[in-house]
């Protein structure tokens, strides 16, 4: 017979009463259906699907711009190079957009058909007509550069996002000296469509017709209170200056330190 074990003494803790109010009940499980927990570890299950942008390597024309934008930001923008962040208010944008369609320029397909049915007409010794010159946008920077210096523009539209900025960088101030009203506004590829191209840096109205002589009036006025009335206000305002969050943490931190030094010396 093996030998008994001597008590030691300690007694084992009983255990615990359970609580009747927070048992949970457990919901009753199919038997049949059995669980399949997915296992995300190397060669196990497919990854879910998560935004890895931040590790895409993009184009590098994308980068560029993304830095460029950065910079713009960080960096002290000068007056002449802020002003172009000032751009006009959708509203008087949409109104001023309205009315330069109504003079957009005859496309490639207009000007063929109107030049085939005038070779026609000559062919066959007919009269034509003739017609009053068309009363449509101007664009081109150089042209639009002539009609200013000769005031015969009569509102003047720049796009904000020409690259580079300083094939316009000098127009605003131009057409402050010939008297001429101007405004910025967003997308140089809007000012583009209007004229039939991928983009443009700016357009010119020189005239309108007798109907939409008030309208432009109108626009003129709240062109002038928005840029030229407001340009001994703009050029005092320099841009940029705008840290990242970790820079803000980083000056805020030693800030702290600093205001902690000065109320220990107190």
Known sequence: MAPTKKSTGKKVAPAPYPLKGKQATKAASNPLIEKTPKNFGIGQDIQPKRDVSRFVKWPHYVKLQRQKKILYQRLKVPPALNQFTHVLDKNTATQLFKLMHKYR???????????????????????????????????????????VEAKK????????????????LWLPA????????????????????????????????????????AELATLVSAVNANFTEKWEEVRRHWGGGIMGPKSNAKMAKRAALAAKEIAARQ
Not at 107 to 122: G, H, I, P, V, Y
Not at 181 to 201: D, F, M, N
Request: glycine share 4%.
């Open 105 to 147: 320029p005859e496309n490639k397909t207009e000007k063929r058909d109107r030049l085939r049915a005038a070779a026609a007409a000559k062919a066959e010794k007919k009269e034509v007509a003739k017609t009053d010159k068309p009363v449509v946008i101007k664009y081109g920077i150089n042209h639009i550069t002539a009609l």
């Open 153 to 168: 523009a009569q509102l003047v539209v720049i796009a904000d996002d020409v690259d580079p900025i300083e094939l316009v």
């Open 174 to 213: 131009l057409c402050r000296k010939m008297g001429v009203p101007y405004c910025i506004v967003k997308g140089k590829a809007r000012l583009g469509t209007l004229v039939h191209k991928k983009t443009a840096t700016a357009l010119a109205l020189t005239e309108v017709s007798e109907a939409d002589k």
